[in-house]
């Protein structure tokens, strides 16, 4: 099933992949693609904010995150891979987030507000968009580009926040 979007739509999610891929046309370009396909197996209806689906699908862990509620390590890995796409290192406050004691105090939630401490001190933001799952899922954009990502996403009635705001 192919699915059209309207114009404004795709000027909208083009805008967005752009921002999520950190400005570098090249990897938004392969991001619209792959969006292109994610969206010919998307169901009907997929419009607002059932749109993030095939996105994070095209993003992949490229330009995006998707985290089990339960799983702390993985979070780490991924916000670990965003950053370093970034040329950034977070800062967990301790020599190795991945250490079992380290990932047992902390749980998503707070590791998401640790990173994003860390990545706004570097010009970034982290943004979560509610699954309505058990599992978070987002991407790192520049600071700079919050209120045109909040536009957009306000476009395409989306529902996002940045990281330490999502609980």
């Known amino acids: 099933m192919t699915i ?3 114009s404004e739509t795709q000027d909208a999610m083009r805008e967005l992949i752009l921002l999520v891929c950190l400005h570098d046309h090249d990897a938004a370009d ?9 969206l010919a197996h998307a169901g009907p209806g ?3 904010h059932r749109l993030l689906w095939p996105l994070s699908e ?3 862990t490229g330009a995006g995150f998707y985290v089990e509620w339960n799983d702390p390590a993985a979070l780490v890995r991924s ?9 950034l290192q977070v800062d967990w406050g301790v020599a190795d987030p ?6 047992a105090a902390h749980d998503v939630p707070a590791l998401m507000t640790i990173a994003q401490a860390s990545l706004r001190a570097a010009g970034h933001t982290l943004w979560c968009w509610d699954t309505q799952a058990d599992a978070f899922a987002g991407w790192l954009v520049r600071s700079r580009d919050e209120a045109r990502l909040a536009s ?15 609980c």
């Open 58 to 60: 095209a993003t992949g």
């Open 79 to 87: 916000v670990r891979a965003l950053a370093a796409r970034a040329g």
């Open 98 to 103: 991945l250490a079992p004691a380290f990932l």
């Open 4 to 6: 059209v979007l309207p």
């Open 46 to 48: 997929c419009d607002g």
């Open 30 to 38: 392969r991001c619209w693609t792959a969006f292109g396909h994610a």
């Open 152 to 166: 957009v996403a306000a476009r395409l009635q989306l529902m996002i926040d940045p990281a330490d705001e999502t």
